[in-house]
């Protein structure tokens, strides 16, 4: 599961009346996305059914998808109480799941009074990954209570290959075989949560 908020100063130009539910085929709508360039301006309008994606750069091109109906009620935040929470850099993280990728499809995360651990095995060998208080690589690290809970690289990997662009920082939270939580905090205000579950042994 996955919790975008954009709070409205983060857009050059910002104009809705009321409330709205836009649903969109997610796949569609980032392949329209990957058109545009990092000097492009996008602009969304949301009428007659369906939403229109404008890519504003040296030539202006006007792409235009159906609205879908969103079935069943809003989720919100995922209600679960962490044992563990942990700050660290996003390039850190990444570059430690480009490790484990190399190894296995899971991960094994286990949490320590003073550290932080990731652990994976498979026929191909082991690697082990050591976050501490000493090195620096924990902005903040809160344990409750010893926590581990084995989650998939791949989902990981592809999690922090999108959003560590989008901050410095990434926020780990989880309890034994519990979802765990990656949150990154977006200039202006903003928040992307992801949620994963875990994967039972």
Excluded at 113 to 130: M, P, Q, W
Aim: with cysteine; charged share 30%; aromatic share 8%.
């Amino acid at each position: 599961m996955v919790d975008l908020e954009l709070p409205s100063i983060v857009f050059e130009e910002y104009e809705c009346d009321q409330e709205t539910r836009v649903g969109v085929d997610i796949e569609e709508l980032n392949k329209i996305l990957k058109r545009g360039r990092a000097d492009e301006r996008i602009e969304f309008d949301v009428e007659g059914g369906r939403l229109r994606i404008k890519i504003i750069g040296k030539a202006t091109r006007t792409f235009s998808l159906p609205l879908i109906d969103v079935v069943g009620e809003e989720l919100g935040p995922l209600k679960v109480t962490f044992n563990v929470k942990a700050k660290l850099l996003s390039d850190t993280l990444k570059d430690a799941m480009r490790d484990i990728e190399q190894i296995s499809d899971s991960v094994k995360f286990n949490a320590e009074e003073d550290s932080f651990t990731l652990r994976a095995s498979s026929d191909k060998g082991e690697v082990e990954i050591v976050f501490d208080r000493e090195s620096g690589a924990l902005i903040e690290y809160e344990v409750t209570e010893s926590s581990v809970a084995t989650y998939s690289t791949s989902y990981l990997s592809d999690m922090l290959k999108r959003a560590s662009a989008l901050s410095d920082v990434a926020s780990v939270e989880f309890s034994s075989n519990k979802p765990l939580a990656l949150t990154f905090e977006i200039a202006g205000g903003g928040r992307l949560a992801y949620y994963l579950a875990p994967r039972t042994e």
